[in-house]
């Protein structure tokens, strides 16, 4: 009969997901701009920032974009760009008490600030460290 109890499922982080289109920002250096948008908005959430790197794709052996990540104490923010499509893809994971929807819906103000035309097309919460 032991496995006919109901246990009550208990987390320990959220994944947000989200998935944009029409991102072309009118900034010289993509990259960068969103690492720096990703980092503030890590820090003004009161996330430790442990390491932080972006690496841009000429299109000579991988699809032309960017990835952008922040390693924070309680897991990471990153930045996936195809830049000829104009597809971005953002998500954060975080653990213990922080919320990453906070730190999405920040970073997700300063994009639209300088992408008129941004624009989500998922956007998805999974709770993570599930025991």
């Not at 947000?16 to 990259?31: H, Q, T």
């Not at 701009?33 to 690496?55: A, F, P, T």
């Not at 794709?57 to 032309?64: L, M, T």
């Not at 300088?114 to 599930?130: A, G």
Request: with cysteine; charged share 25%; aromatic share 10%.
């Amino acid at each position: 009969m032991k496995d006919l109890i109901d246990y009550q499922k208990k987390t320990y982080g959220k994944h947000v997901y989200l998935d944009y289109v029409n991102f072309y920002p009118n900034e010289n250096d993509v990259s960068s701009w969103v690492l720096d948008i990703i980092r503030e908005c890590v820090k003004k959430s009161g996330v430790k920032e442990v390491h932080s790197h972006s690496e841009v794709f000429d299109g000579s052996e991988s699809p032309p974009g960017f990835a952008s990540i922040v390693l924070i104490d309680e897991s990471h923010v990153t930045a996936h760009c195809y830049s000829d499509k104009g597809w971005l893809a953002l998500d954060a994971f975080t653990c213990g008490n922080h919320d990453p929807n906070i730190i999405v819906d920040m970073i997700h103000s300063k994009l639209i600030e300088r992408c008129d035309e941004l624009k989500i097309m998922n956007r998805q919460t999974v709770e993570r460290f599930v025991h």
